[in-house]
Structures are given as C-alpha cells and as structure tokens.
C-alpha cells in the first residue's frame, strides 16, 4: 500500500509556470505507475499525464501536450508534474494516483488506479 501527498499548487498567472509533486511513503513505491488528474467542479475528472513504474514511458493528455512535463524519482519517492505556459482553463484541483497493476495502455484511466493523494489546487489567472 502507498500513502500520497501531494504539494506545489498556488495562484499564477497566465502563462506563468508551478511544479507540483507528490511524496509517497511505501518501500514499494518505486513498483507503482502513477499518474496525475485534475478535476474542477462540477465536470469529470480529467486525466493529465502518467509514468510507468521505471519512468520510461509517459503518456499526456492533448490538452497539455508540449506545456507539460511529468517525471519521478524513485530515489526520493517522489513523482513531480512541471507545468509551463499554463492558460486559466487549467484551474483545477490537480490529484496523484498510483496503482501496481495498470497496464501502460491504460494508464489514463482514473478508475484503474487505486490509491489517490488528496489533492492541490492550481488557479491560473488571466
């Protein structure tokens, strides 16, 4: 089992830059692919970016494609989301999952990862 937390999120302005990160506390967090989703209210969650278990493999979102960069370091037990050139529609409470068994294909199902930080928010002014 892993414990998530994430961290970094704040006010910016538009196309302004934050990096956020999740800490994981676990001895088997290095095993887990985790990813980040972002949700405002009353819309789905929306899938942002995922690593696999070794980081090399990534997968993004469109939405962020090019302005975002997602990594870990399984050294620190840490997974970090560098988010560049952000616009207001990314305002949302950003969430770290991790699940052991997803398959890469699937990495950008929400519903597929069982263990979920409890969230940051991230508002981007205009």
């Known amino acids: 089992q892993v414990q998530l937390v994430e961290s970094g999120g704040g006010l910016v302005q538009a196309g302004g830059s934050l990096r956020l990160s999740c800490a994981a506390s676990g001895r088997t967090y290095s095993t887990y692919a985790m990813g980040w989703f972002r949700q405002t209210p009353g819309k789905e969650r929306e899938f942002v970016a995922a690593i696999s278990l070794g980081g090399g493999y990534t997968y993004y979102a469109d939405s962020v494609k090019g302005r975002f960069t997602i990594s870990r370091d399984n050294a620190k037990n840490t997974m970090y989301l560098q988010m560049n050139s952000l616009k207001p529609e990314d305002t949302a409470v950003y969430y770290c999952?991790?699940?052991?068994?997803?398959?890469?294909?699937?990495?950008?199902?929400?519903?597929?990862?069982?263990?979920w930080g409890q969230g940051t928010q991230v508002t981007v002014s205009s």
């Open positions: 999952a991790a699940d052991p068994y997803i398959p890469t294909k699937r990495l950008n199902i929400g519903d597929d990862y069982d263990y």
